[in-house]
């Protein structure tokens, strides 16, 4: 087992169903550990008025595929703790912007393993977006983050598509749940 960089790690994550029904807690620590236990998630995805999104590539110091390009932040909400609570403290503590008003778009159930810790990602992913303006002034935590981008909701469809191991595996998710929202 690798040893735990974050104490982020003896969190409580809610255990679900592939319904979404809470089923109990687990640390992080635990619900990532193979063969992974399926748990509440988030995918924060801001954008631009003029469509662009925000991606982060993940900091070297991730668990959990590290150095990968992902949306613009990602937690876990405790057990009771309202979702949209949760993803607006994450958004201040990852990206360093707050007063975003987020709101959800869809979830999805997704399954991966990264291949340099074995680490296993089995999560109900629940999607949020928030428009934010062109000139949003970020302050990103590099023991999270280790750049910021802007582009083109179709331009990164296409380099998910051909090149995944760039990404994040849930990235294409996230993207499918806000084609309608975006297009």
Same mark, same amino acid.
């Given at each position: 087992?690798?040893?735990?960089?974050?104490?982020?790690?003896?969190?409580?994550?809610?255990?679900?169903?592939?319904?979404?029904?809470?089923?109990?807690?687990?640390?992080?620590?635990?619900?990532?550990?193979?063969?992974?236990?399926?748990?509440?998630?988030?995918?924060?995805?801001?954008?631009?008025?003029?469509?662009?999104?925000?991606?982060? !590539? !993940?900091?070297?110091?991730?668990?959990?595929?590290?150095?990968?390009?992902?949306?613009?932040?990602?937690?876990?909400?405790?057990?009771?703790?309202?979702?949209?609570?949760?993803?607006?403290?994450?958004?201040?503590?990852?990206?360093?912007?707050?007063?975003?008003?987020?709101?959800?778009?869809?979830?999805?159930?997704?399954?991966?393993?990264?291949?340099?810790?074995?680490?296993?990602?089995?999560?109900?992913?629940?999607?949020?977006?928030?428009?934010?303006?062109?000139?949003?002034?970020?302050?990103?935590?590099?023991?999270?983050?280790?750049?910021?981008?802007?582009?083109? !909701?179709?331009?990164?469809?296409?380099?998910?598509?051909?090149?995944?191991?760039?990404?994040?595996?849930?990235?294409?998710?996230?993207?499918?749940?806000?084609?309608?929202?975006?297009?």
């Amino acid at each position: 087992m690798q040893t735990m960089t974050n104490d982020r790690e003896t969190h409580l994550v809610e255990l679900v169903d592939e319904a979404g029904t809470p089923l109990g807690a687990a640390t992080v620590a635990e619900a990532h550990e193979a063969p992974g236990q399926l748990h509440r998630a988030f995918s924060v995805l801001l954008v631009d008025p003029d469509g662009r999104v925000l991606l982060q !590539r !993940r900091a070297a110091s991730k668990t959990r595929f590290p150095l990968r390009w992902a949306n613009t932040c990602c937690g876990h909400p405790r057990p009771d703790e309202p979702l949209l609570d949760a993803a607006a403290l994450r958004l201040q503590e990852e990206i360093g912007v707050s007063n975003v008003a987020l709101r959800e778009v869809g979830s999805f159930v997704y399954q991966a393993t990264d291949p340099a810790s074995s680490r296993v990602e089995f999560e109900y992913d629940h999607v949020l977006i928030g428009t934010v303006p062109a000139d949003l002034a970020t302050a990103p935590d590099p023991a999270e983050v280790a750049e910021l981008r802007w582009a083109q !909701r179709a331009e990164v469809v296409e380099a998910v598509a051909a090149v995944p191991e760039a990404y994040s595996p849930w990235l294409g998710g996230v993207l499918n749940a806000t084609t309608v929202d975006l297009a």
